[in-house]
């Protein structure tokens, strides 16, 4: 499965891409359909405590999976996108 991490205005830290990467391949053990994975993470102006937002498209045979989170980092944004996709994989499983 290919990652592709985009930050939007800013440089990603090394500690952050290897969050992503770790929770991407755990994802991808469970579903191997995905073929790939594409992060869009930014910083939502106002500066307020929810500013952190991260955008995650799982792209999989004949479909496309997307969920977008609001959280206080890009871990927790991250951790709560990829949960999503988790739910709507298994909906997308069960209704074939």
Do not use: G
């Amino acid at each position: 499965m290919e990652v592709r991490i985009q930050p939007i205005h800013f440089d990603i830290a090394e500690r952050l891409e290897s969050h992503i990467n770790k929770k991407a391949e755990r994802l991808s053990r469970h579903h191997a359909a995905i073929s790939r994975l594409e992060v869009t993470l930014k910083v939502v102006k106002p500066e307020t405590a929810l500013n952190k937002e991260a955008v995650i498209r799982a792209v999989i045979p004949q479909d496309e999976i997307v969920a977008t989170k609001v959280a206080d980092s890009f871990e927790e944004a991250v951790d709560n996108c990829l949960e999503a996709i988790e739910k709507q994989l298994e909906k997308n499983k069960n209704k074939k």
